[in-house]
């Protein structure tokens, strides 16, 4: 007998999926369809209460299709999937990396619970921390990446720590490829933890996406995706995942089925679909980025490059080092001047798209402070960083010598 275990690459085109329940076509077709048939009450009655959490699965018993708010064969096999990259027990999707995001936290934090939480995030997810869940009697307390050394000291000095229920990091943080360091998060975590309350780490992996890091490996609970971007990675659809234990994402499928934002089967489907060159792509793409970065790094109307294969402070280097497999294909760059030069810059662009958006299989560059932080305190985002001067840029698979004429022409403008 053949131990030989598979690579997710390979996984890719077949795992969940049995053909012979679907006329033996080669790949999984669109279930769409709003509900299914039952063989008999019986099987309804079974189903229902394993969906509803009333009874855990027998040893041998599958989760019976009921309706495709709960579930649907794409989505489904989909989750499964997305969890051999990961490493993960199981997988929620949603319609939206942000109905990731926002159900993952609305499970998991009630009235009077602190959440702690990293800076810079994407400005989506900043707004809905500051603005939505503190209305739910939620208290939020950020912390800067240089402080992230001393974090056990902030929160006992901030006397909060006996109601922290959570840590969120996003990192590299968008849109500066600061680097937080997973592991130490971790173990603040687990040292504010008691037997009574549980203090969980949510880690959002889209920047470095399912390839280049794998945040449960050191020591996260929950990860999540804008599926939206390297693991759709052709800007033709939008959706997110949240992985972690059985447990934990029961709870956020539960909260998911009420909500009612989990994927349709056309969302999976494409999904599964991309999923097949998410290596390849990803691959393609961050050899590019190294070409593109060492470019900029050399021009002199570029003051400087924000990318993980340029790190010089010795910490982020450490934290590189341990965490993340690759310098990925996401970069910023400070451009000489400020908002006035960064606009000349992107409106010359020719090849490269303007537009928000990471990941995918075109090159995509986009003015933060004006886009998509726009609603982040004008204060806070020049305190990280975010500055008018500062271009983020996703590398695409086109050829990097056609990229870099492209830039190069289009500094020309400022």
């Not at 659809?237 to 089925?257: D, F, N, P, Y």
């Not at 982040?376 to 056609?402: C, F, N, Q, Y």
Request: net charge negative.
């Amino acid at each position: 007998m053949s131990d030989h275990k598979h690579h997710p690459e390979s996984l890719m085109m077949s795992y969940g999926y049995k053909p012979e329940l679907s006329q033996g076509a080669v790949k999984c077709p669109i279930f769409q369809t709003s509900t299914f048939v039952f063989q008999k009450a019986e099987d309804g009655k079974a189903f229902f209460e394993v969906a509803y959490g009333l009874r855990q699965p027998g040893e041998k018993e599958e989760p019976g299709l009921i309706y495709s708010r709960l579930n649907n064969p794409d989505l489904q096999i989909l989750e499964e999937r997305l969890c051999l990259w990961e490493n993960a027990e199981e997988c929620a999707v949603f319609e939206s990396g942000m109905g990731a995001i926002t159900t993952m936290l609305l499970e998991f934090l009630s009235p009077g619970d602190v959440l702690l939480f990293s800076n810079p995030l994407y400005g989506g997810t900043d707004h809905f921390i500051k603005h939505v869940l503190t209305r739910f009697g939620i208290e939020v307390m950020g912390f800067y990446p240089w402080e992230q050394d001393r974090l056990e000291e902030i929160v006992r000095k901030s006397g909060k720590g006996d109601r922290l229920k959570m840590v969120y990091v996003e990192t590299p943080a968008n849109p500066t490829n600061i680097l937080i360091d997973i592991a130490a998060c971790s173990r603040l975590a687990k040292a504010w933890s008691t037997p009574d309350k549980q203090v969980l780490l949510a880690v959002d992996n889209t920047y470095m996406g399912p390839l280049w890091q794998h945040p449960m490996e050191q020591g996260a609970d929950l990860v999540l995706y804008s599926a939206t971007k390297y693991i759709a990675g052709h800007s033709d659809v939008i959706a997110g995942a949240c992985l972690g234990s059985k447990e934990l994402i029961g709870r956020v499928k539960g909260l998911r089925s009420f909500l009612g934002c989990m994927a349709g089967p056309w969302t999976g489907w494409l999904l599964l679909r991309s999923l097949e060159t998410l290596k390849v792509r990803m691959e393609a793409q961050a050899k590019g980025a190294t070409a593109v970065a060492a470019f900029l790094q050399g021009h002199p109307k570029v003051k400087k490059v924000h990318y993980l294969g340029f790190l010089d402070d010795p910490g982020q280097q450490a934290i590189h080092a341990v965490q993340c497999l690759s310098a990925g294909a996401m970069l910023s760059f400070d451009v000489q001047g400020g908002e006035p030069e960064a606009f000349r810059f992107l409106n010359a662009l020719k090849l490269v798209k303007l537009a928000v958006s990471l990941g995918s299989t075109e090159s995509l560059a986009e003015h933060p402070a004006t886009m998509t932080h726009v609603g982040v305190d004008p204060a806070e985002r020049e305190k990280l960083g975010i500055t008018g001067g500062l271009v983020r840029l996703s590398v695409g698979v086109e050829h990097p010598d056609d990229l870099i004429h492209d830039l190069a022409q289009a500094l020309e403008a400022i």
